[in-house]
């Protein structure tokens, strides 16, 4: 069977340089908030354009972290996506703040400007853009908008590590950028971990101290409402480690995307998999007959994924109905189904992927 995703692979190749990372934190005997926290937050930063890295202990922290560092406050409005996995809504309701679903582009996925314009009120304080699959939302228009409605831009960039538009990094043309290194990321830590990147030194202060208790100095809280979320020391070391080879997995990864979009089947969407600004985290095809292509790849010891079976708008912890008219994201919903795709695959394998999507049939 091929794995949707087969995290061993990796660490099998670069097992001795993930040994000498935990080695060296061991060693040192600091666990919490040390010289590798702090070197990471320095080299992703640099890595994505400069500002400042606060790493916390995962991607939705980053979220909820973020939004209060922005002042995001209880009743606050917030224009998201629905189809993203509800993970900006889980920070939006720790935080207070009233999720805006706005419906995404019908080809890409995302956000973009038009639709989010559409849904700004005098309430609206943020917009949260979501660079889904590993493709990046139409940046500079959406840019544009926050700045001249006044209102704060967040990237969630747990999808796109790597990915440009303009030649700038995503999370770079935010007021905030929120990363998520879940092991199965582009850049993935081997647990949790989670990371805002900023632009403003004060908000990157704010954020330090809400991270930890609020705290000031040690025991001195003075910030909140506050959490302890940090980065830990032995998974800063495995990013450092891993962090130089980013760009060559995202390569790798749009080459196995390219493989697949050269498919025709009448019956199967691909996505646009050309540019900087797709990094190919998800790869994921729309067919109306999604179950009997699933059955197809699971014949041929394939597997595969939905990547999100449920829109924010239909998730049963949420007591009122749907009264959101989102046809585009409503739609996508229920043809989306998502292929092996990582860097580690062997081309033998992808062309075995191609050929099954190549000989299906509804």
Not at 180 to 197: E, Q, W
Not at 244 to 255: C, H, I, T, V, Y
Not at 278 to 293: G, I, K
Not at 301 to 330: F, K
Request: aromatic share 6%; net charge neutral; proline share 4%.
């Amino acid at each position: 069977m091929i794995a949707l995703n087969d995290l061993a692979r990796q660490t099998r190749i670069i097992r001795d340089h993930v040994d000498a990372a935990v080695a060296r934190v061991c060693d040192r005997g600091w666990y919490v908030n040390g010289p590798e926290l702090a070197a990471f937050e320095s080299e992703f930063a640099d890595y994505c354009g400069g500002g400042h890295g606060v790493g916390c202990a995962n991607g939705t922290d980053a979220l909820e972290l973020g939004l209060l560092a922005l002042g995001i406050q209880r009743g606050d409005e917030v224009v998201i996506a629905a189809n993203a996995g509800f993970y900006s809504a889980t920070a939006l309701r720790a935080v207070g703040a009233q999720p805006v679903y706005v419906d995404v582009d019908g080809s890409s996925l995302v956000l973009n400007a038009p639709a989010i314009a559409a849904a700004v009120s005098a309430a609206t304080k943020a917009v949260i853009v979501t660079h889904l699959y590993g493709r990046m939302a139409p940046m500079r228009s959406v840019r544009t908008l926050c700045d001249e409605r006044g209102i704060a831009l967040i990237e969630d960039c747990a999808q796109a590590h790597g990915a440009r538009q303009e030649g700038r990094r995503a999370g770079h043309w935010g007021d905030i950028g929120c990363f998520s290194f879940y092991p199965t990321k582009n850049l993935g830590a081997i647990g949790d971990g989670g990371l805002v990147l900023c632009r403003r030194a004060d908000v990157a202060d704010r954020l330090r101290q809400l991270r930890q208790y609020g705290w000031q100095q040690k025991y001195v809280s003075v910030s909140g409402p506050a959490r302890n979320s940090r980065l830990d020391e032995l998974q800063a070391a495995v990013l450092r480690t891993k962090l130089p080879l980013l760009d060559a997995w995202n390569e790798r990864r749009r080459e196995i995307a390219r493989a697949y979009a050269g498919v025709a089947n009448a019956d199967i969407a691909h996505p646009d998999v050309r540019g900087d600004d797709y990094v190919a985290h998800l790869y994921v095809v729309r067919t109306p007959f999604r179950d009997s292509l699933q059955r197809h790849l699971q014949g041929a010891g394939i597997a595969s994924e939905v990547h999100y079976p449920l829109l924010d708008t239909q998730q049963p912890v949420l007591a009122a109905p749907d009264s959101w008219h989102l046809p585009e994201s409503e739609k996508a919903v229920k043809e989306i189904l998502t292929l092996p795709c990582y860097p580690e695959l062997a081309d033998r394998e992808v062309r075995h992927i191609c050929d099954t999507l190549a000989t299906w049939k509804r």
